[in-house]
């Protein structure tokens, strides 16, 4: 009994001999590392945001036909085309391209500009080219932001890089006017109206403006405007009359049902009696002196052209409409 114990204390003391040999681990220090810029549009924004043209275009190769054309008339991811132009135009193979589709002038938008603005382009996608003949090529639809069709065009990829989005804070709601360039906020991507943050819109400012990607810009309207719905009939001025009536007699001088009145513009009727012209809304509003704007969002440009710019909308303080005002900070 007593080797018993003796061999079983032995065992015991075994982890403790070696725990003993082992070297104390040396502390570490683990640095933060430091946060990455973060961009304000990732690539579907960036290269399917569209744009508006104001050069017409001139002799540009398009999308004339698919390899699946007899079952098929859109094409998207992975889809074979085959395009009206080929080595002798300069096509190479391994070459990209975007997918654009122009969808007409623009007209009948909100705008701050008179004149042509350009013709709006929607950018669809992009393809490489994989063989190329003299007259034609065959192409692999690499990126798509819309289903292709024949009869889009091809034209060079433009070089964009997001703008880098600006620390999160509370947007200023109450800001005065920078006195930069004003424009106006004309139509949306998509044909949307009503707009929030990440939607992509355009404007008329452009590079005629001095206006550069990166560029951030205040989204405004004027005090009492803008909105869906509005109060037509506010007030109702009820005829007046003397005492303390019910609403069965048009309320009464002064109960909680009559009009306000100003004492400055009584006067006394025929009957003797006092009478005052009612104070309104639409009185008080056509006096008051110049009141601040109502600051609804935040937008940056994306891509600017002559005489507009593509911009996302990158902070709101309330729903954005078409037709608001824009300014350059």
């Known amino acids: 009994m007593k080797a018993l114990l003796l061999s079983f204390a032995c065992l015991l003391a075994l982890p403790l001999a070696a725990n003993?040999?082992?070297p104390?681990?040396?502390p570490q220090m683990i640095l933060p590392t430091a946060a990455q810029p973060v961009r304000?549009?990732?690539?579907?924004?960036?290269?399917?945001?569209?744009y508006i043209r104001?050069?017409?275009?001139?002799?540009?190769?398009e999308i004339v036909g698919a390899e699946e054309e007899q079952e098929q008339r859109t094409y998207s991811d992975g889809d074979i085309v085959y395009l009206n132009a080929g080595s002798?135009?300069?096509?190479?193979?391994?070459?990209?391209?975007?997918?654009?589709?122009p969808r007409g002038d623009v007209k009948g938008v909100h705008r701050n500009k008179t004149g042509f603005l350009g013709t709006y382009v929607q950018e669809v996608g992009q393809l490489q080219v994989f063989k190329v003949r003299e007259n034609t090529s065959a192409a692999k639809i690499t990126f798509a932001c819309d289903t292709a069709l024949l009869g889009d065009l091809i034209v060079e990829i433009p070089v964009r890089e997001s703008p880098l989005q600006r620390p999160e804070a509370n947007l200023d709601r109450f800001a005065d006017p920078s006195?930069?360039?004003v424009g106006r906020l004309m139509m949306a991507r998509d044909n949307r109206e009503l707009l929030t943050r990440n939607d992509v819109v355009y404007i008329d400012?452009?590079?005629?403006?001095?206006?550069?990607?990166?560029?951030y810009l205040t989204i405004y309207r004027p005090l009492g405007t803008g909105n869906l719905t509005r109060v037509d009939n506010e007030e109702m001025a009820r005829n007046r009359a003397t005492g303390f009536q019910s609403d069965r007699?048009?309320?009464?001088?002064?109960?909680n049902q009559a009009s306000r009145a100003k004492d400055e513009t009584a006067f006394v009727d025929a009957n003797g009696r006092y009478r005052y012209r009612p104070i309104t809304t639409r009185e008080v509003k056509k006096a008051r002196p110049d009141m601040p704007r109502k600051i609804v969002g935040e937008m940056v440009i994306l891509d600017v052209q002559s005489r507009t710019a593509t911009a996302i909308i990158t902070r709101v303080a309330s729903e954005v409409h078409t037709g608001d005002w824009v300014e350059i900070q």
Do not use: W
């Open 20 to 22: 003993a040999q082992t």
């Open 24 to 26: 104390a681990a040396t």
């Open 40 to 50: 304000v549009a990732g690539e579907s924004a960036l290269f399917c945001a569209g």
């Open 54 to 61: 104001y050069q017409r275009f001139g002799e540009t190769p």
């Open 88 to 101: 002798r135009h300069g096509v190479k193979e391994g070459q990209n391209f975007q997918i654009i589709r």
């Open 179 to 181: 006195g930069k360039q």
């Open 205 to 215: 400012l452009g590079g005629e403006d001095n206006v550069k990607r990166g560029d």
């Open 249 to 255: 007699y048009r309320g009464g001088g002064m109960s």
